[in-house]
C-alpha cells in the first residue's frame, strides 16, 4: 500500500524530508517573506494586513474560497485582538492549514490477499503521468516488488514507447496494444497476465484528457468496470497528477476526475519549479483527497511521500 | 460555484443610487469584488493590483449614466481595460526576408509544445507553405518519437537526424542539419520543437539562448498552458528575460479554466498571444480573440464560443430538416427526438455547455439548474427509444402496456420511465405543431426578449 511504503525505510527518510524541504524552500521563503512584508505594515493587525494576507494566499495559488475561510478564522481572533504579532499569526496560520491537510480522507487500500494491487493514473493532458508512472515502479522495485506497467495511452502520440523506456529503466515488463488501440482491452490482458503471474502491483497509465470532455471521461468509468471484473476491488489506487503550476482549474480537475474515475489521491507534480502548488489545501478542503506523493524532477528517483505536516512545516519555518 | 462577478457588483452598487458620479469612496466596494474576480480567474496578484489601480483612475469621477446601472458602468470599464491590456491588434506571424523562417518553440515540460508544433506545421500549410518540422528535445522519452507520429498525422515534412549523447552538442548539431535539410529540400519554414524546461533550469535555458544565436529565429513563441496558475508570471518572464519572445501560444483552452494567465503572460512579456489550442486534434488552434478571453476571465460566459462550438458540432441541415417537420405539424417522431438528443451530447456536456452561458439575465439559475441535470438521464432516454421497434418510433400511439413493459425491460429502466418519456414527447409534439402556427409566429414577433 502506497503510504505505508516508506514508513518502513527510516534511514531514508532524512533524505527524502531534506529533498523535499528544498523543492519548497522557494515557496516557504517566498510566502514567509511576502507575510512579513504584509504584516510589518503596521503594528496592529487590521483589516487591511488581512486583506493583503488574503491576496499573498491567493498568490501561492490556494484559491479565494479556502483563503476566505483559513483567513476568516484569524480576521475574528484579530478582530478581538487576540493575535498579537506576526509570529503568532504565522503560526496559527500554519494550524489552519495542518488542519486542512490532515483532515483528507486516507483510508488504507482494501484488497484481496494474493491479487495484484492496480494503480490507475489519471490526469489531464501534460501533467506527467508517463514520467511518475515511471518513478512510482522505480519504488516499488527497490522495495523488492513485482510490478507490471499498463500502456493504455494508446491515443497519445509516442506515448507508448515513452512507457517503455521508462519499463526498460526501471526493469519492469510493459504490457501494450498497437497506437489506437482500446485502452479497456489492454488493461484486461495486463489484469489477466498480472493475476496469473501473482504481480504485486499493476500500474496503469491513461491518456490524459481534459476533465470536460464527458465521452473521454466515461472511458475511464469503463476501464474501472473492467478492473473490477477481473481484480475484485480494482482499480485499488486511483491517482490524479496534477501539475504544481497548476491554477484554480485544479479543482474542477479534481472534482470531475473524481466523479467519473474515483480518484482516491493526488501526485503533485513538477515541485521543483517555482510555482507552489497550492491548489492541493484547497482540493484537500473540498473533497478531502489527499496528497500521496510530489514529483521533484525527472530523474527516476524524484518522487518522493508527501506529508502534510512536513509540507506546511517547511512552509512556514 | 461563485456568485457571478455581475450580480456581485450590482450588490456592491446599492447603495449608490442617487449619486451623481463615481467616487473612490462608492467603488470602493466594487473594486473588491473584481479583485477577487480576476485572482479566482488565476490572473497574477501583482497584475490584479495594477489593473485595479488604472480601473480605480478610470472610473473615479465617471458620471453616473442612467443608461448603465453603475454595476454594468464599472464592467464596461473593466472589459475594455482588460481587451487593452490583451492587445486589440490581431497577432500575425513573422516571416523571414530569406528562408527558411524559423519558429522556436519554448515552454515548461508538458505545455503541449509537440502538439502545437505539429498544429503549426497544418496552419502554415494551409497558408500555402511548405514546413519542415524538427524535435530537438533528445532529453525525454520518445519525445522525438512523439513529432514523427504528429509530422505523420499532419503530412509534413520532418527531419530526423542521428541522436547519439543526449546533451547540448547534439541539440546544436541537430538544429544545424534540419535548417540545412530545409534549404535543400525547398522547405520555406523550419520548427524547431524543443525540450520543455524549468525557468530556472540555468543549463537548460544556456541552450536555448544559443539556439536562438544560432538559428536567428524569426519568431520564439512561449507555449503555455491555460490552466496555469500564479506561477505564469514567473516562468514567462524568466524565458522572456532570455531569450525576448514575440508570442504566446495558450493551449488547452478547450478545457473550462478561466485563462487568466494570459492577462498575466501578457503582462509581464508585452508579447500578443498568437494562438490558442483548441482540442487535439491538428486543426484546433484559433487565433487569439482578447474580447473573448476577457468574459471569460471575468466569469461572464462566452457566448461567442458556445455558438461557434454548437455550429460546429451540430449537423445543420438536419437541424433545419426538423425545424421544418416539427413546425409544420409534419410529424416530430420519437426518431426525430432521438437524433437531437444525439446532437446535445455531441455538443459536451451540459454543464460546461451551459457554464459558457453568464449567469445573468435570461440566462440566471440555469448554472444551477446545471447542476441538477443528470447526464446519465440522456443515455437512458436514448435507450428506451433504442429499445422500441421503428414502426413505434413513429406512431407512438401504439405503444401500449405490453409493449412499453417490453421497452423498459430492453432498455434496462422501469415502466415509469418509459411512461414519462411518451407524456413528455406528447407535450413536446403538442407545443411544436402550435409554434407552427401563424399565430404563434405573430405573437412571439410582438414580444420583446427579456434583458436582451
Known amino acids: 500500500m502506497i503510504q505505508t511504503l516508506f514508513g518502513s525505510t527510516e534511514e531514508k527518510k532524512t533524505g527524502l524530508f531534506e529533498r523535499m524541504k528544498q523543492a519548497v524552500t522557494r515557496t516557504r521563503e517566498n510566502l514567509a517573506e511576502r507575510i512579513e512584508e ?70 488504507p487500500v482494501q484488497r484481496v490477499s494474493g491479487t495484484p494491487e492496480v494503480i490507475l493514473v489519471v490526469g489531464v493532458n501534460g501533467t506527467g503521468k508517463t514520467t511518475t508512472i515511471g518513478k512510482l515502479s522505480q519504488v516499488f522495485r527497490a522495495q523488492g516488488k513485482s510490478v507490471l506497467l499498463c500502456a493504455a495511452d494508446t491515443f497519445r502520440a509516442a506515448a507508448i514507447d515513452q512507457l517503455e523506456i521508462w519499463g526498460k529503466r526501471t526493469g519492469t515488463e510493459v504490457i501494450k496494444t498497437k497506437p489506437g488501440g482500446d485502452p479497456s482491452a489492454v488493461l484486461f490482458d495486463a489484469l489477466q497476465a498480472a493475476t496469473a503471474r501473482k504481480t504485486d502491483y499493476v500500474i496503469v497509465d491513461t491518456a490524459g484528457r481534459l476533465h470536460t470532455k464527458t465521452s473521454l471521461m466515461s472511458e475511464l468509468d469503463k476501464m474501472r468496470r473492467t478492473a473490477q471484473r477481473i481484480i475484485p476491488g480494482a482499480p485499488h489506487e486511483t491517482l490524479l497528477v496534477m501539475d504544481a503550476t497548476t491554477g484554480q482549474n485544479g479543482l474542477q480537475q479534481a472534482r470531475q476526475f473524481t466523479q467519473s474515475a474515483g480518484v482516491t489521491g493526488i501526485v503533485l507534480s513538477k515541485l521543483d519549479g517555482t510555482a507552489k502548488g497550492g491548489v492541493v489545501v484547497a482540493i484537500s478542503r473540498e473533497l478531502g483527497l489527499p496528497v500521496r506523493f510530489v514529483g521533484v524532477g525527472e530523474k527516476v528517483g524524484d518522487l518522493l511521500p508527501f506529508d502534510p505536516k512536513e509540507f506546511v512545516d517547511s512552509l512556514f519555518e | 460555484m461563485f456568485e457571478n462577478l455581475q450580480e456581485k457588483l450590482q450588490r456592491a452598487f446599492k447603495s449608490l443610487r442617487g449619486q451623481a458620479r463615481l467616487s473612490e469612496e462608492n467603488i470602493a466596494e466594487a473594486l473588491r469584488e473584481i479583485r477577487l474576480a480576476l485572482l479566482e480567474a488565476d490572473v497574477n496578484f501583482k497584475v490584479v493590483k495594477e489593473l485595479i489601480d488604472r480601473i480605480q483612475a478610470k472610473a473615479v469621477g465617471q458620471e453616473v449614466l442612467t443608461a448603465l446601472s453603475p454595476g454594468e458602468q464599472v464592467i464596461k470599464i473593466v472589459r475594455d481595460e482588460l481587451v487593452e491590456t490583451l492587445g486589440k491588434d490581431t497577432a500575425r506571424m513573422k516571416f523571414a526576408s530569406q528562408p527558411p523562417t524559423v519558429v522556436l518553440m519554448a515552454g515548461l515540460q508538458g505545455s503541449g509544445k509537440t502538439t502545437t508544433s505539429g498544429k503549426l506545421a497544418h496552419w502554415f500549410k494551409a497558408g500555402g507553405h511548405r514546413p519542415l518540422l524538427v524535435s530537438v528535445d533528445v532529453y525525454r522519452p520518445a519525445a522525438r518519437e512523439q513529432l514523427k507520429v504528429v509530422a505523420q498525422a499532419v503530412k509534413a515534412q520532418i527531419y530526423e537526424g542521428e541522436v547519439g549523447e543526449a546533451n547540448t552538442a547534439t541539440v546544436e548539431r541537430l538544429v544545424k542539419e ?10 520555406d519554414v523550419l520548427i524547431v520543437d524543443t525540450a520543455g524546461r524549468l525557468h530556472i533550469d540555468d543549463e537548460l535555458m544556456n541552450e536555448m539562448q544559443s539556439l536562438k544565436k544560432l538559428l536567428n529565429p524569426s519568431e520564439i513563441l512561449f507555449v503555455a498552458d491555460a490552466m496555469t496558475g500564479q506561477d505564469a508570471v514567473r516562468s514567462a518572464d524568466e524565458f522572456h528575460k532570455k531569450l525576448s519572445l514575440t508570442g504566446v501560444v495558450l493551449t488547452k483552452m478547450d478545457g473550462d479554466a478561466r485563462g487568466g494567465a494570459a492577462l498575466s503572460i501578457r503582462q509581464v512579456t508585452g508579447q500578443p498571444i498568437k494562438f490558442i489550442g483548441v482540442g487535439e486534434k491538428y486543426d484546433a488552434l484559433e487565433p487569439f480573440h482578447p474580447d473573448r478571453i476577457v468574459s471569460r476571465i471575468l466569469g461572464m460566459g462566452d457566448i461567442l464560443s458556445l455558438i461557434e462550438r454548437a455550429e460546429s458540432q451540430i449537423d445543420k441541415k438536419k437541424a433545419e430538416e426538423m425545424a421544418t417537420k416539427a413546425l409544420t405539424g409534419a410529424g416530430f417522431s420519437l426518431e426525430d427526438f432521438r437524433d437531437q438528443l444525439r446532437q446535445v451530447k455531441k455538443m459536451g456536456s451540459m454543464k460546461s455547455l451551459i457554464g459558457m452561458l453568464p449567469s445573468i439575465g435570461p440566462f440566471s439559475g440555469l448554472q444551477k439548474a446545471a447542476d441538477n441535470v443528470d447526464e446519465k438521464q440522456i443515455n437512458r432516454v436514448e435507450a428506451i427509444i433504442n429499445s422500441m421497434t421503428m414502426h413505434e418510433r413513429n406512431h407512438h400511439e ?19 420511465e418509459v411512461n414519462n418519456l411518451l407524456r413528455q414527447y406528447a407535450q413536446m409534439k403538442k407545443m411544436f405543431k402550435q409554434m407552427g402556427k401563424p399565430s404563434f409566429a405573430r405573437r412571439m414577433a410582438g414580444m420583446k426578449l427579456p434583458g436582451m
Open chain 1, 38 to 107: 504584509v504584516v510589518s505594515f503596521g503594528k496592529e493587525i487590521d483589516r487591511n494586513t488581512l486583506d493583503d494576507l488574503e491576496a499573498t494566499l491567493i498568490s501561492a495559488d490556494l484559491g479565494s474560497t479556502t483563503t476566505q475561510e483559513v483567513l476568516g478564522k484569524l480576521r475574528d481572533k484579530a478582530d478581538r485582538k487576540q493575535i498579537k504579532d506576526v509570529q503568532e499569526l504565522k503560526r496559527l496560520l500554519k494550524e489552519e492549514l495542518l488542519a486542512i491537510l490532515n483532515a483528507a480522507n486516507t483510508t
Open chain 2, 178 to 187: 534540419a535548417r540545412r535539410e530545409a534549404i535543400v529540400s525547398g522547405c
Open chain 2, 398 to 416: 401504439v405503444i401500449n402496456g405490453s409493449r412499453r413493459k417490453r421497452i423498459s425491460r430492453g432498455s434496462g429502466t422501469t415502466v415509469q
